[in-house]
């Protein structure tokens, strides 16, 4: 019932000739909340299964932008999880800065098994991996 | 009623260590391809309007990913406007390689005035910009 | 004895709050035009070679800017070979942009067996690879 | 006569289809440190100088890459300054992980104001910035 926060402040790589940040950088903020989210949960999103190893490829992202991030600013990356499924987890993340609430996002990965050669089919989420990421399954 | 396809090659550097390019790539696709339909129409998405500056802030952006793409594979990404509001516009994109959908999006713009400062404000569509946008609306 | 070259036209995404292209997006545009010599030469910069795979991990990278570039600039990024050496390549590019020299680049890759599991040694460069890459080494 | 060292992790995004950072990662995470660096003299890379703004445009940058960074590595960027000319600041950087020195890089940056209107033009360092930058100035 837990979230994961993660702190940030906005580089200037970041920016775009309007002077915010360019919309495709917050759909890399939340992946890197994810993946810190995996790391809490004492995993990785890149994982070996004994020989095989296990990732999680994206099937759907979604953001709503409510006001800009500029250069500098320190932002709050909130991220959670909404749903599990048999095969599949749908992540919400907020993106906070000063009290203000910038943006909402939502991304649903697949768990998949990356064969040698790169062959990739999604699979059942193993049990321990499910039970890890239960403790940031939120109601909300 | 037309559609705007522009053809590029997934670049070394859109690619992650899955193999794969990375999903927030295709966001910026997406918009290399607005950006050449607002051409095709005679504008740009930066423009003087006397002395002020129009553009178009993005408030929603989603993907649904089908399939992977890889280095060097040649894609179409194929954009139209679904719906011209008061003030904001939705475009709709499929991204295309070897003949299959690999990822389907939706992007939707405000149009703001850039006043000197940076203050942005949304407006009603200018009647000369609305005209050349329909071109682009596409019943599908 | 020739150069390769490439057109392209800036991104909005390339651009940051300075309203000029990035810096670390000159990079980019040296690697996407050296990719495209690779091609012109009949090669990829990720070949199989029987079952092992060769690719060209950089080692020296640098680039001297001269003038900006902007939202829209139509470029060309010309590209050659200055050196071959046992198992390493430099390239030089120019990026030009309205008969203007915006910028210089210098890249230096070493030809290298990726192994399974991903260990990676460098190998003095195919007499079959090297043939093909003589055609753009370039004498200024 | 100190250095300034950021603490990061590499990202997700930053990796390419080698699996390994990609090279234009480099000069972001060097900038990144630059920027820290200004933070902590008390600047900023774009400030307000009364009405004008005095920011830094980037004539040189090279990179030399002695071994790749990997997914998840933690690393320290060390930034110092090399030089202070008259108008212009070199930077040195190291990029540590486990120990080892995975990257060198130089950077040099122009003073430059930025008029209405997008002009630049390059002006001597003022003395209250430079002595501000002069506690980064190392001599190695």
């Known amino acids: 019932m837990a979230k994961c926060e993660v702190h940030r402040r906005v580089e200037y790589a ?3 000739m309007a002077g915010i940040v360019h919309f495709s950088e917050f759909s890399r903020y939340m992946e890197s909340a ?9 995993l990785s999103v890149m994982m070996q299964d004994g020989e095989q190893q296990v990732s999680w490829p994206r099937v759907a992202c979604a953001f709503e ?17 909404a749903d599990i499924g048999g095969k599949s ?10 009290g203000d609430v910038k943006a909402v996002g939502t991304l649903t990965s697949v768990c998949c ?3 040698e050669g790169g ?11 499910r039970e890890k990421l239960d403790a940031f399954l939120t109601d909300e």
Do not use: Q
């Open 14 to 16: 970041e920016t775009d």
């Open 34 to 42: 994810e993946h810190e989210l995996f790391r809490r949960a004492g």
């Open 65 to 81: 932008f409510k006001a800009p991030l500029r250069f500098e600013d320190e932002m709050t990356v909130s991220i959670w999880i």
């Open 89 to 98: 987890v749908t992540f919400r993340c907020e993106i906070l800065c000063g």
């Open 113 to 115: 098994l990356i064969e």
């Open 119 to 129: 062959r990739v089919t999604s699979m059942p989420i193993p049990d321990a991996i």
